[in-house]
Antibody
Framework: QVQLQESGPGLVKPSQTLSLTCTVSGGSMSSGNYYWIWMRQPAGKGLEWIGRISTSGTTNYNLSFKNRVTISVDTSKNFFSLKLTSVTAADTAMYYCARGGETYYNLWNEYWGQGTLVTVSS | HSALTQPASVSGSPGQSITIPCTGTSSDVGGYNYVSWYQQYPGKAPKLMIY???NRPSGVSNRFSGSKSGNTASLTISGLRAEDEADYYCSSYTSTSSLWMFGGGTELTVL
Protein backbone atom coordinates (compact mmCIF):
# COMPACT_ATOMS: atom_id res chain seq x y z
CA GLN A 1 0.00 0.00 0.00
CA VAL A 2 1.47 3.31 -1.10
CA GLN A 3 1.73 5.92 1.63
CA LEU A 4 2.60 9.58 1.26
CA GLN A 5 3.70 12.05 3.91
CA GLU A 6 4.09 15.79 3.49
CA SER A 7 6.72 17.72 5.42
CA GLY A 8 7.95 21.28 5.58
CA PRO A 9 7.58 24.57 7.44
CA GLY A 10 4.11 25.36 8.71
CA LEU A 11 4.75 29.09 8.62
CA VAL A 12 6.15 31.08 5.72
CA LYS A 13 6.63 34.83 5.51
CA PRO A 14 5.02 36.83 2.71
CA SER A 15 7.15 37.14 -0.44
CA GLN A 16 9.25 34.13 0.58
CA THR A 17 9.30 30.64 -0.92
CA LEU A 18 7.13 27.80 0.32
CA SER A 19 8.99 24.49 0.15
CA LEU A 20 7.38 21.13 0.85
CA THR A 21 8.51 17.54 0.46
CA CYS A 22 6.40 14.44 -0.02
CA THR A 23 8.01 11.18 1.07
CA VAL A 24 6.64 8.05 -0.55
CA SER A 25 6.71 4.69 1.21
CA GLY A 26 5.28 1.26 0.57
CA GLY A 27 6.98 0.90 -2.76
CA SER A 28 9.54 2.40 -5.07
CA MET A 29 8.53 5.46 -7.06
CA SER A 30 10.39 3.91 -9.96
CA SER A 31 8.15 0.85 -10.06
CA GLY A 32 5.87 2.56 -12.52
CA ASN A 33 5.59 5.82 -14.44
CA TYR A 34 3.00 7.42 -12.18
CA TYR A 35 2.12 11.05 -11.80
CA TRP A 36 2.93 12.62 -8.44
CA ILE A 37 0.69 15.53 -7.59
CA TRP A 38 0.47 18.56 -5.34
CA MET A 39 -2.95 19.87 -4.34
CA ARG A 40 -4.10 22.47 -1.86
CA GLN A 41 -7.25 23.49 -0.05
CA PRO A 42 -7.77 26.79 1.76
CA ALA A 43 -9.76 26.45 4.95
CA GLY A 44 -13.46 26.01 4.20
CA LYS A 45 -12.88 26.05 0.46
CA GLY A 46 -12.53 23.61 -2.40
CA LEU A 47 -9.68 21.63 -3.85
CA GLU A 48 -7.14 23.17 -6.21
CA TRP A 49 -4.45 21.33 -8.09
CA ILE A 50 -1.04 22.93 -8.19
CA GLY A 51 0.90 20.67 -10.49
CA ARG A 52 2.19 17.19 -11.11
CA ILE A 53 5.34 15.38 -12.15
CA SER A 54 5.75 11.95 -13.64
CA THR A 55 8.35 9.49 -12.46
CA SER A 56 10.25 10.27 -15.64
CA GLY A 57 10.23 13.99 -14.79
CA THR A 58 7.49 15.36 -17.06
CA THR A 59 5.69 18.25 -15.38
CA ASN A 60 2.32 19.95 -15.78
CA TYR A 61 1.40 23.03 -13.80
CA ASN A 62 -1.83 24.84 -13.07
CA LEU A 63 -1.40 28.04 -15.03
CA SER A 64 -3.13 29.94 -12.21
CA PHE A 65 0.21 29.81 -10.44
CA LYS A 66 1.93 31.39 -13.43
CA ASN A 67 5.65 30.94 -13.00
CA ARG A 68 5.70 30.63 -9.21
CA VAL A 69 5.67 26.84 -8.95
CA THR A 70 8.31 24.17 -9.45
CA ILE A 71 7.86 20.47 -8.78
CA SER A 72 10.80 18.09 -8.76
CA VAL A 73 11.27 14.39 -8.09
CA ASP A 74 14.07 12.23 -6.71
CA THR A 75 13.13 8.63 -7.37
CA SER A 76 16.35 7.32 -5.82
CA LYS A 77 15.27 8.75 -2.47
CA ASN A 78 11.54 8.21 -3.05
CA PHE A 79 10.33 11.77 -2.66
CA PHE A 80 9.09 14.71 -4.66
CA SER A 81 9.00 18.38 -3.80
CA LEU A 82 7.06 21.57 -4.26
CA LYS A 83 8.42 25.10 -4.37
CA LEU A 84 6.06 28.05 -4.56
CA THR A 85 7.69 31.45 -4.73
CA SER A 86 6.50 34.94 -3.79
CA VAL A 87 3.81 33.66 -1.45
CA THR A 88 1.01 35.81 -0.08
CA ALA A 89 -1.72 35.26 2.46
CA ALA A 90 -3.81 33.78 -0.36
CA ASP A 91 -1.42 30.82 -0.40
CA THR A 92 -2.41 29.85 3.14
CA ALA A 93 -3.92 26.39 2.82
CA MET A 94 -3.74 22.72 3.59
CA TYR A 95 -1.29 21.24 1.10
CA TYR A 96 -1.65 17.64 -0.01
CA CYS A 97 0.58 15.39 -2.02
CA ALA A 98 -0.96 12.53 -3.94
CA ARG A 99 -0.31 9.82 -6.50
CA GLY A 100 -2.24 9.73 -9.71
CA GLY A 101 -2.34 7.35 -12.58
CA GLU A 102 0.15 6.44 -15.25
CA THR A 103 -1.19 8.25 -18.29
CA TYR A 104 -1.62 11.91 -19.19
CA TYR A 105 -5.40 11.68 -18.84
CA ASN A 106 -5.35 9.87 -15.49
CA LEU A 107 -6.40 13.03 -13.69
CA TRP A 108 -7.33 11.42 -10.43
CA ASN A 109 -5.56 10.84 -7.12
CA GLU A 110 -5.85 7.36 -5.67
CA TYR A 111 -3.40 7.83 -2.81
CA TRP A 112 -3.14 10.96 -0.68
CA GLY A 113 -0.96 12.24 2.12
CA GLN A 114 -2.63 13.44 5.28
CA GLY A 115 -1.94 17.05 4.39
CA THR A 116 0.16 19.77 5.95
CA LEU A 117 -1.10 23.20 6.91
CA VAL A 118 0.94 26.11 5.61
CA THR A 119 0.23 29.59 6.89
CA VAL A 120 1.64 32.65 5.18
CA SER A 121 2.09 35.40 7.73
CA SER A 122 4.73 37.80 8.95
CA HIS B 1 -10.54 30.34 -13.55
CA SER B 2 -14.05 28.85 -14.01
CA ALA B 3 -14.80 25.87 -11.85
CA LEU B 4 -17.22 23.05 -12.50
CA THR B 5 -20.64 23.79 -11.01
CA GLN B 6 -21.96 21.75 -8.10
CA PRO B 7 -24.83 22.53 -5.71
CA ALA B 8 -23.55 23.77 -2.38
CA SER B 9 -25.57 21.20 -0.50
CA VAL B 10 -27.84 18.21 -0.90
CA SER B 11 -29.61 16.09 1.66
CA GLY B 12 -31.38 12.80 1.94
CA SER B 13 -32.75 10.32 4.43
CA PRO B 14 -31.16 6.99 5.27
CA GLY B 15 -31.96 4.39 2.67
CA GLN B 16 -32.78 6.91 -0.03
CA SER B 17 -30.77 7.66 -3.16
CA ILE B 18 -29.31 11.04 -3.92
CA THR B 19 -27.59 12.45 -6.97
CA ILE B 20 -25.00 15.19 -7.04
CA PRO B 21 -24.66 16.93 -10.41
CA CYS B 22 -21.47 18.47 -11.75
CA THR B 23 -21.94 20.77 -14.72
CA GLY B 24 -19.21 21.84 -17.08
CA THR B 25 -18.86 22.53 -20.77
CA SER B 26 -18.00 20.70 -23.95
CA SER B 27 -14.36 21.55 -23.25
CA ASP B 28 -14.31 19.44 -20.14
CA VAL B 29 -17.11 17.25 -18.74
CA GLY B 30 -19.04 17.03 -22.00
CA GLY B 31 -16.11 16.41 -24.26
CA TYR B 32 -14.18 13.73 -22.42
CA ASN B 33 -14.74 10.76 -20.14
CA TYR B 34 -12.25 11.93 -17.55
CA VAL B 35 -14.52 12.90 -14.67
CA SER B 36 -13.66 11.83 -11.14
CA TRP B 37 -15.34 12.21 -7.76
CA TYR B 38 -13.90 12.56 -4.26
CA GLN B 39 -15.38 12.20 -0.79
CA GLN B 40 -13.92 14.29 2.02
CA TYR B 41 -14.65 14.20 5.72
CA PRO B 42 -13.81 17.27 7.83
CA GLY B 43 -10.13 17.43 8.62
CA LYS B 44 -9.32 14.48 6.39
CA ALA B 45 -7.74 14.02 3.00
CA PRO B 46 -10.11 13.42 0.08
CA LYS B 47 -10.81 9.86 -1.04
CA LEU B 48 -11.23 8.87 -4.68
CA MET B 49 -14.70 7.40 -5.21
CA ILE B 50 -15.14 7.40 -8.99
CA TYR B 51 -12.73 7.88 -11.89
CA UNK B 52 -13.20 8.12 -15.64
CA UNK B 53 -16.92 8.93 -15.18
CA UNK B 54 -18.11 5.61 -13.83
CA ASN B 55 -15.24 3.45 -12.59
CA ARG B 56 -14.91 2.60 -8.91
CA PRO B 57 -11.49 2.05 -7.34
CA SER B 58 -11.03 -1.18 -5.46
CA GLY B 59 -12.68 -1.02 -2.06
CA VAL B 60 -15.27 1.64 -2.87
CA SER B 61 -18.82 0.54 -2.15
CA ASN B 62 -21.03 -0.22 -5.14
CA ARG B 63 -23.59 2.11 -3.58
CA PHE B 64 -21.57 4.84 -5.29
CA SER B 65 -21.98 5.19 -9.03
CA GLY B 66 -21.07 7.78 -11.64
CA SER B 67 -22.60 8.75 -14.94
CA LYS B 68 -22.60 11.52 -17.50
CA SER B 69 -25.11 13.11 -19.84
CA GLY B 70 -24.04 15.95 -22.06
CA ASN B 71 -22.09 18.51 -20.07
CA THR B 72 -23.26 17.19 -16.70
CA ALA B 73 -21.71 14.38 -14.73
CA SER B 74 -23.46 12.89 -11.73
CA LEU B 75 -22.56 10.99 -8.61
CA THR B 76 -25.34 8.82 -7.25
CA ILE B 77 -25.30 7.32 -3.79
CA SER B 78 -27.90 4.66 -3.18
CA GLY B 79 -29.01 3.25 0.15
CA LEU B 80 -27.86 6.41 1.90
CA ARG B 81 -26.11 5.90 5.23
CA ALA B 82 -25.12 8.27 8.01
CA GLU B 83 -21.46 7.60 7.17
CA ASP B 84 -21.98 9.07 3.71
CA GLU B 85 -22.35 12.53 5.24
CA ALA B 86 -19.34 14.38 3.83
CA ASP B 87 -18.25 16.84 1.17
CA TYR B 88 -18.08 15.62 -2.41
CA TYR B 89 -15.99 17.13 -5.18
CA CYS B 90 -16.03 16.47 -8.90
CA SER B 91 -13.13 17.08 -11.23
CA SER B 92 -12.51 16.82 -14.94
CA TYR B 93 -9.86 17.04 -17.58
CA THR B 94 -10.21 20.21 -19.62
CA SER B 95 -8.89 20.85 -23.10
CA THR B 96 -8.16 24.44 -22.13
CA SER B 97 -4.72 25.33 -20.88
CA SER B 98 -5.88 24.61 -17.32
CA LEU B 99 -5.68 20.81 -17.91
CA TRP B 100 -7.55 19.89 -14.71
CA MET B 101 -10.48 21.57 -12.99
CA PHE B 102 -12.58 20.98 -9.91
CA GLY B 103 -16.08 21.69 -8.72
CA GLY B 104 -16.69 23.84 -5.68
CA GLY B 105 -17.87 20.89 -3.62
CA THR B 106 -21.23 19.66 -2.33
CA GLU B 107 -22.01 19.10 1.32
CA LEU B 108 -24.15 16.01 1.77
CA THR B 109 -26.34 15.86 4.84
CA VAL B 110 -27.98 12.62 5.87
CA LEU B 111 -31.15 13.59 7.70
Amino acid sequence: QVQLQESGPGLVKPSQTLSLTCTVSGGSMSSGNYYWIWMRQPAGKGLEWIGRISTSGTTNYNLSFKNRVTISVDTSKNFFSLKLTSVTAADTAMYYCARGGETYYNLWNEYWGQGTLVTVSS
Amino acid sequence: HSALTQPASVSGSPGQSITIPCTGTSSDVGGYNYVSWYQQYPGKAPKLMIYDVSNRPSGVSNRFSGSKSGNTASLTISGLRAEDEADYYCSSYTSTSSLWMFGGGTELTVL
